[in-house]
């Protein structure tokens, strides 16, 4: 087998430089990063939230439509953000850090059918590459896009979108591909089920599109309305994001714009839940109090006490929080994305809590974490069933996906004793800094890098 060889700056091949760079991988890969919480500690004081991630993600992708320069402010720092950048470097954006949560992001010499398929695996968010694309080229070929692991996740109501607008799509050796003729063009569509993501990218594909385009039981989601809202910023004719009918009159191009993402409703809601868990009193600062009112209810039903100010909200636990039920739906109700949290603190409940989770048919991996961790709670159908009240014992967990990780992180801070986090990756993906921010509510957190013993024993 011929060796594949690095061509150095002076243009000598270097294979050693290679096997040394393959070594540091294999040394790379060998070592794993763990959070460790030593629970008990009531969570208190404040903490700021960062911008949303299920809204800054689409916003970055639709900055493939403008020709021009986009500023992007309150983008948060977490690693699905990180890796979109680096697809849209991959097909030709500049981007430049301005701050800590500004960037310059500039597409205008982005071409379609070259992103980086490895790292649109890696998340769910790059499916809005495809719709950027075909809204700009007419055309786009795209990875199936990755994400966290919910049984199966189709895009049926994408492909009816993009169909719907003029587009011949083929999804075949793992890609999705768009061609058309003409470029998209303006058409009604119903959508057969309520989606965030088939909404957002029908939306972005349609906002360059040749005349009108109506998506009729759209999603109402936050993240659409400031999608729709960044969009005409940039001089689209959008109007009824945040209704289940939005009108979409496709413009000629877009420009540039200066636009800040919303505050991150998960993140709040992520926080709140938390600070109900260990029995403390939280100020949770730059939110928008709307968007998390299903969440605000949740918790006074369980006895925390909820504060309301403009752009905060502050969060007091009232002894053990009482037993309740839950229902995941499409927003304004109480969302998937809560729903793992919500299972932790029912978790200190005394008596039985349920959940029904009505949007994704397989979100209970967690389920299993939080029973290594000594709590009665199983999964019948769709209903995660919560015999609460005992105390919880600390134990080695695993994040199974990112909110199946904060719901286990929530569980580690309200138990007493050390608890050992492992696949915090898929935390970060869309935490910002969240040991540092836990830290700062006196926590006793840490993430720190061991060596990993199962590629150690594949490295011997
Ligand atoms: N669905 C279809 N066909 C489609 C699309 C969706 O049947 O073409 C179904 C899904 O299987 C699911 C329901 O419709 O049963 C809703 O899915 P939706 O499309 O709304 O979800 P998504 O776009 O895949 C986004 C968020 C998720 C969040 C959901 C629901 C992003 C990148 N992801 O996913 O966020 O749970 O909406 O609000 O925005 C998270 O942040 O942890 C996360 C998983």
Known sequence: MVEPSV???????????LSQFRLLERLGNIYMEKIIVNGGNPLCGRVEISGSKNAALPIIYASVLVRGKCILENIPAISDIADSFEILRGIGAKIRLLDRTTYEVDCTNVGPGKSNYDLVRKIRGSYYLLGAEFGRFGRAKVGLPGGCN??????????????????KVNTEGGYVEIESQRGAEGNNIFFDVESVGATINVMIAAATAEGTTILDNAAKEPHVVDCANFLNTCGAKISGAGSDVIKIRGVK????????????????????????????????????????????????????EIEEFDDAVHVTANGKPRRTSVKTLPYPGFPTDMHPQMSALLCMADGVSYINESIFENRFRYVEELRRMGARIKVDGRIVVIEGGNPLTPAPVIATDLRGGMAVMIAALATEGKTEISDIHLIERGYDEVCAKFRALGADIEKITCPDPVEIKKAN
Do not use: W
Request: with cysteine; glycine share 12%.
């Open 253 to 304: 191009e877009l420009h540039g714009c200066t636009y800040a993402i919303i505050p991150d409703m998960i993140e709040a809601g992520s926080f709140m839940v938390a600070a109900a868990a260990t029995g403390g009193s939280v100020r949770i600062d730059n939110i928008i109090p709307k968007h998390l009112e299903s969440i605000t209810a949740k918790l006074e039903e369980t006895g925390a």
């Open 7 to 17: 061509v150095t700056k002076n243009g000598h091949y270097a294979s050693e430089m």
């Open 150 to 167: 919910f049984g199966v996740r189709p895009i049926d109501q994408h492909i009816k979108g993009f169909e719907a607008l003029g587009g």
